[in-house]
């Protein structure tokens, strides 16, 4: 029957055959135990060791839509569902032959009238008749039932309790934990429950593509919308983001197996999780329609709000991949995207992505390879062009990585200038050219001797005291201020203020030269120039390359071959000019060819660097150019 006022069964019962339980020989009166049993609202049934219902009150009756009497013999486990998977199956014959103490499940039951409930099943040994009395024995323990012999073994309880509410409660409660509540998308922990359930080897072997795609989205200044208009609109913005990604994944999911997983990582992050994708083109072609839907402006609190977003693309195979390395995967594509300008997709570039990699190991092993010596210097002659006899050479400072072997400058310096590592590197460069010029005049006291040129970085006039570094150096090794040069390039000596200009003219009237490195190619300010404490200029190798077709030059990317331009040459002679009036030398880099050589020696130009006299060598060869007086071909 059902409770008043409500459409759930009120479990009552009528008291079974007083036979069914049978007549302690000493002890309290069953009778009362009997009426609890038959009464009780909670579904009970006695089961014996074969698994067969012995006796069942009426509520246990209302459950399974049978009458107690209906009951007796029938299989309990078929009642219930316990043989509905193997796991509790065995764990239900281990309690029937006693080798196990209880077993506890929950299961979803159908009910006669057609509703399903869930119910916690419980099976549980019942005392022997003859139990009651004993010590620790309580006196209301159930007693075996009739027909059975006392002591009889495997003889059981089987209660049900419907827990439909609780299950319903928990629901609610994982939804609320599960789910964002700006966007009502999944949130972050689910998204990474579902996608680690997909990388689990047995989601993909049981059929489907075997792979798995990800869109990583995020929106392009959104910050600026919260900050200027308040978070209230923020989180409309948000809401109204993720109803037209959520479009998105249905339209893009409609005639497929299934539609992408849409969830808010956090912030203004979003992710578009596809299972069983067939491809980057439609991992492509999600990207491209979030692309497109984000584009129309948003009305947001009677605001028209215009946002854009940098979507990063992955699609592989899931065997062999994590979650983790999926998303890493995904937020350096990101991160690409944004780098390229914004407001686009990028797909992830294993061989891009292995140049990061490659960049973050040299980035975390600069620091500790100063210290473990892994640095070297090799030197490049400066020629007079006048009569081809050395003057100085260039420090140019090479890596000796254990893992990727000799490395250029292009390789390290900016990524030491980032991380400040730059500083104890460029104090060793110094130290160890400045002790190599000396060594050098030493060697060769009949010779005039010879300059040391040191590339220096801004970071190193900001960040340490270079003009007390460069003094220390020169006492340490002897070495005559008017022997080291020090090389900054343009753009750094042009944008000089305040400290860094002060350092130059320190170190100018301490009588170190300065020189300009790559001339021409950045700011070119000749008035500028004129104030600045500087004593060389040395042009970038692009003017000299435009004489005559030529090989690119250390350190640089450029093309092999570049045609003649009269121009350059025109350009070159107008600057040497204007240096010489300035009183200014000039040094021509990238100098190839005899050709090139004899025309920038027409024109008027002090000294030349590059591959026609010598490669960058060791401090030994510089001193067999010294033994030779003039340097040619390598």
């Known amino acids: 029957m059902a409770e008043p006022g409500s459409s759930r069964p009120y479990f009552t019962g009528t008291a079974l055959p007083p036979e069914t339980f049978p007549a302690a020989p000493s002890g309290p009166d069953p009778q009362p135990f009997r009426s609890v049993f038959d009464a009780a609202p909670l579904a009970m049934a006695v089961v014996d060791r074969e698994g067969l219902v012995v006796s069942a009150n009426d509520t246990f009756g209302v459950l399974v839509g049978a009458s107690p009497e209906e009951l007796a013999g029938q299989v309990a486990a078929d009642l219930v569902g316990l043989a509905s998977d193997a796991r509790t199956w065995q764990a239900y014959r281990e309690v029937l032959r006693g080798r196990q103490a209880r077993l506890r499940c929950t299961r979803r039951l159908k009910q006669p009238d057609g509703r399903s409930l869930w119910a916690q099943v419980t099976v549980a040994p019942l005392p022997p008749e003859n139990s009651a009395g004993r010590p620790g ?8 039932p009739r027909g059975l012999a006392p002591d009889t073994p495997g003889v059981l309880l089987l209660s049900v309790a419907d827990v439909s509410a609780r299950r319903e409660l928990q629901a609610r409660l994982r939804h609320l934990r599960m789910h964002d509540p700006v966007t009502r998308l999944p949130n972050r922990t689910l998204f990474f429950e579902r996608l680690s359930a997909a990388l689990e080897a047995e989601a993909y072997e049981r059929g489907g593509t075997g792979r798995i795609g990800l869109c990583y989205l995020d929106l392009d ?3 600026a919308v919260n900050d200027t208009l308040g978070h209230r609109v923020g989180d409309r913005l948000l809401a109204a983001v993720a109803r037209r990604l959520t479009g998105c994944a249905d339209e893009a999911g409609h005639g497929r197996g299934s539609t992408p997983l849409v969830a808010r990582l956090g912030g203004d992050e979003f992710a578009l999780l596809v299972e069983d994708s067939t491809g980057t083109e439609q991992l492509a072609d999600l990207a491209e329609s979030a692309l497109t839907a984000l584009q129309a402006p948003f009305e947001i609190s009677g605001r028209r709000l215009s946002v854009s977003a940098s979507i990063g693309v992955v699609e592989r195979q899931a065997a062999g991949t994590s979650a983790t390395a999926l998303m890493q995967a995904a937020d350096t594509t990101l991160y690409w995207a944004k780098a390229d300008g914004r407001a686009r997709w990028t797909l992830f570039d294993p061989e891009r992505n292995a140049h990061r990699m490659t960049r973050q190991a040299l980035v975390s092993t600069l620091r500790a390879a100063v210290e473990r010596g892994e640095f070297t210097l090799e030197y490049q002659p400066l020629v007079a062009m006048e009569d081809g006899r050395l003057r100085g050479v ?3 400072v090479r890596w000796r990585h254990p893992q990727f072997g000799v490395l250029t400058p292009n390789r390290f310096i900016t990524l030491a200038e980032e991380d400040g590592s730059i500083v104890p590197l460029g104090r060793w460069i110094l130290a160890t050219a400045c002790r190599q010029a000396r060594r050098w005049q030493l060697d060769h006291p009949d010779e005039p001797p010879i300059f040391v040129s040191v590339n220096v970085a801004v970071r190193q006039v900001w ?8 003094a220390q150096v020169l006492a340490e090794t002897g070495l005559a201020p008017g022997l080291l040069q020090l090389e900054l390039t343009e753009s750094a000596v042009m ?15 301490m009588g170190v030269h300065i020189a300009i490195d790559d001339f021409g190619t950045g700011y070119s300010n000749l008035a500028y120039l004129s104030r600045l404490p500087v004593s060389v200029l ?14 690119p030059c250390e350190g640089t990317a450029q093309e092999a071959a570049q045609a003649a331009s009269p121009a350059d040459e ?10 010489h009036r300035l009183g200014l030398t000039v040094t021509a880099e990238c100098v190839e060819t005899s050709d090139q050589a004899s025309r920038l020696r027409r024109i008027g130009c002090d000294t030349g660097q590059g591959w026609l006299y010598s490669r960058p060598v060791s401090p030994d060869r510089i001193s067999e150019l010294l033994d030779g007086h003039a340097c040619g071909r390598p």
Not at 502 to 508: D, M
Not at 570 to 579: G, K
């Open 137 to 144: 024995t309580p006196e209301s323990a159930p007693r075996t």
């Open 221 to 223: 200044g959104f910050k």
């Open 394 to 396: 260039e420090a140019l």
């Open 495 to 509: 944008g000089s203020a305040g400290r860094p200009l002060e350092a130059l003219r320190a170190l100018s009237d």
């Open 538 to 551: 040395k042009l970038d190798g692009s003017f000299v390359r435009g004489f005559q077709y030529g090989q």
């Open 570 to 579: 025109v350009i070159v002679e107008a600057m040497i000019q204007l240096a």
């Open 463 to 470: 960040d340490s005291d270079l003009v007390e570094d460069v």
